[in-house]
Every structure is written in C-alpha cells, then in structure tokens.
C-alpha cells in the first residue's frame, strides 16, 4: 500500500468516525472503498461511452462501419435542392 496524506472537512471526519466504529472497519478501509468505488464508477462511465461512440460510428442497419459523413449527405441534399426548379 502507499501512503497518502488528505484533508476533509470537520463532518466528514465526524462522520466517517461514526460509520468506522458502526460497521467495525477502519476509516482507512472506508477511504479506500470509497476511492475504488468512484474509480469502478469512472471506468465504468469511460467504458460506456466509447461503447456509445463506437456504435455511432456504425450504420445502424448493418453494424458496419459508416461509409459515409454527415458533410456529405448535407452536401447531397443541398446539390438537390439546388437542381430542383420549384
């Protein structure tokens, strides 16, 4: 383990001194669950978002990748409107 210095604030301390003797753990193993649990929680939200952008990457209908832009498709669209007469 590696040593760390922190401050909290006075309730925290309070706090975590009452949940210690609560639940029998000591208040470095309560800092330490609640380090790794918003450490799990930020791998967790980095994990969901590639997931997010990886299927956006890929059409929809196939799951492959997209083969297209958005540039494109607003220039397609532009070029046939401008071709329209109406």
Known sequence: ?????????????????????RTGKSEGALIREAVGRRLAEEQDATALW????????QD???????????DDLYQERLEKFDADPH
């Open 60 to 70: 929809p209908v196939s799951n492959q990748p997209r083969t297209w832009r958005r």
């Open 50 to 57: 590639e997931t997010l952008l990886e299927r956006w990457s």
């Open 1 to 21: 383990m590696i040593r760390k210095q922190i401050f909290i604030e006075e309730q925290q301390n309070q706090a975590l001194k009452r949940l210690a003797q």
